[in-house]
Each structure stands twice: as C-alpha cells, then as structure tokens.
C-alpha cells in the first residue's frame, strides 16, 4: 500500500490519481491520520491507496502461510480479473481440497474473503478455484437455472431452488436477469439460502 500526504482529502487524491493513472472514484483508500492546526494552519491528511498488487501478495502470502502451517504442499497462483481476483490452487490430492460437494473448497473461499476485506477494510471479488471445479460447477447451476426457468415460463408457477453458496446465487442471478418474464429471489438465512425463480409476466 502507498501513502500519500496533503492539506486536503483531494491533494491526496490528486497525488494517488497521478501516480497511479486512475480516476479518484477507482481509487481504494482508507485515511489513516487526521490532523488540524491551529486555525487550520499546518493541516494534513494521510491516506492509505491500496493497489491490486497489495491484494494479489496479501492473497499469496495468506494461503502459503496457511497450507505451509497444515503441512500440505499446494501451488497457489493469483491473477488479476476484470472483476476482481481469482486464486488457482493445485496440490497432490485436490479433491481432499475440494472436499464432499465443493464443501471445503467454499469454506476456503469463505475464509480468503473474509480476511482480504478485514485486512483492507473494504469489500473485494476474491474466488478461489481448484482445477476448475468452480468454474465447471458455475455451468452445471447455469444449465440447471435455464432447465428450471424454462418450465417455470411454461407452468407460470414458481421453482424453489436447494440451497446454494452465495457465489452460485449470484451466477444465476446474472444468467436469468435477461430471460424474458423470469426473476430470481432470495430466500431463507445461512447455509439454507435458496433461490426462487418466479415468472413475471411485466418484465421483458
């Protein structure tokens, strides 16, 4: 992370906008010092900017750190994405790593999330992935999410999905947005949170 110094929140911004080459409103920041001087003579703001190079070494650092501490050997690569950041795992045995029904692997999601954003003290797209089984996963809800709404637009009568993780709501939250006369809503708490897909003769 930078720091930048200056009489005002905006000479800090302008510093970080001229180092960095993106607009203020792109800029992620925390102000870590304040101070006033007499008749606001002598005052000066610092701030923290977090660049995507911060995420991408806190991230490879995190799970190194973690999987050196259980004695298991795991490749961790990290790239940034137009979206946030996606993590590729890769170790000897990677179905332990994924776990019964993708369990362990979302707690592992959970978990790295969890720790960015305390760390950085603000919300980041962070998925971690191994040997694709997300993303193969995020295919297998999409065509399970068309299969469902197609009967839902034949019967008029709405679908109740089981339980999914937060990230495969989402996917098909995005996927269904542009069915014709189909939306999608969240139900329940927890673990048990669930979509339901309604038909919705208004919406085009």
Excluded at 29 to 43: I, R
Excluded at 113 to 139: P, T
């Amino acid at each position: 992370m930078k720091r930048y110094s200056g009489k005002t929140l905006e000479d800090c911004l302008a510093q970080a906008t001229k180092d960095t080459g993106l607009e203020a409103e792109a800029l992620r920041y925390t102000k870590t010092e304040e101070k006033t001087g007499f008749l606001g003579m002598g005052t000066l703001v610092t701030i923290e900017v977090t660049g995507p190079e911060d995420v991408m070494s806190f991230v490879q650092d995190y799970l190194e750190t973690y999987f050196r501490n259980i004695e298991v050997e795991v490749n961790v690569m990290v790239k940034q994405e137009a979206e946030g950041f996606s993590v590729m795992l890769d170790a000897e045995n990677n179905a332990i790593l994924i776990g019964k029904a993708g369990q362990t692997l979302q707690a592992i999601n959970t978990v790295v999330r969890g720790a960015v954003n305390s760390h950085f003290k603000g919300k980041f797209n962070v998925l971690v992935d191994i040997n694709n089984y997300k993303q193969d996963r995020y295919e297998k809800v999409k065509a399970l999410a068309d299969r469902v709404a197609r009967s839902v637009l034949r019967s008029k009568t709405t679908a109740t999905l089981d339980p999914l993780p937060n990230d495969e709501r989402k996917v098909i939250h995005q996927y269904l947005s542009e069915m014709p006369h189909i939306k999608t809503e969240s139900i329940g708490e927890g673990n048990q949170r669930r979509l339901k897909i309604v038909y919705d003769k208004n919406k085009n």
